[in-house]
């Protein structure tokens, strides 16, 4: 049997008590995720009693610590055995936009296709997840043309869902720098630690 992710093994170990630092959201978008005509992603069936769950969890909003914090967009971006986390500003994502953590972990998302081994099939798809007449995720699948490219994850200011996941090439779109430093991960309880940390506004 294929060994869990990194990224599965600390959603099996966190829920409330887990640092606000390390963006808990993605515990439940990897439980509800599913690619069209495609099984779940490998292990993440076991993160949730059942599915009712994994959608509180993801409506929760202390699970997204820009938006508790900040009252801002949460990213993150998945590139090779990496997760990059932070805020972006809504009103001014270019002036107050930050990845400010990196992880080295794991992560159960499929590699990108390079668009060269994809032949006539369209270069993007768009596919979405609904339950109950509401929208979980929205997707935007592309290629990779030069294979420097990540999966962005972001996050909506007042609803939270949809959550939209896309598919981008660092070097044909202008992005927030991905940090080079990592943020640890320490002790058996892999709880986050940085040199920044996320402060109640006034």
Do not use: W
């Not at 294929?2 to 963006?23: G, H, M, S, Y």
């Not at 515990?27 to 993160?47: D, F, G, I, M, S």
């Not at 320490?186 to 506004?201: D, L, Q, Y």
């Amino acid at each position: 049997m294929q060994n869990a992710t990194e990224l599965v093994e600390l959603c099996r170990k966190i829920r409330d008590d887990e640092p606000v630092l390390f963006p808990r959201f993605l515990c439940a978008l990897l439980y509800v995720y599913q690619e069209e005509n495609k099984p779940a992603l490998p292990h993440t069936r076991e993160l949730f009693t059942e599915y009712s769950e994994a959608i509180l969890f993801l409506n929760d909003p202390l699970n997204y610590p820009c938006h508790s914090f900040f009252g801002k967009l949460d990213v993150v971006a998945f590139a090779p055995s990496r997760i990059f986390s932070g805020c972006i500003d809504d009103l001014d994502p270019k002036n107050n936009s930050t990845l400010s953590h990196a992880f080295v972990m794991t992560h159960p998302f499929p590699e990108m296709k390079m668009c060269t081994e994809i032949g006539k099939r369209a270069r993007c798809e768009l596919r979405s997840m609904m339950v109950q007449d509401a929208m979980l995720f929205q997707e935007e699948d592309c290629c990779c043309d030069s294979g420097d490219c990540v999966i962005l994850v972001f996050t909506q200011v007042k609803s939270l869902t949809p959550i939209i996941i896309k598919r981008v090439d660092l070097r044909a779109e202008s992005l927030i720098p991905l940090r080079k430093e990592t943020t640890p991960i320490v002790s058996i309880n892999m709880k986050t630690t940085a040199t920044t940390k996320p402060r109640k506004t006034p």
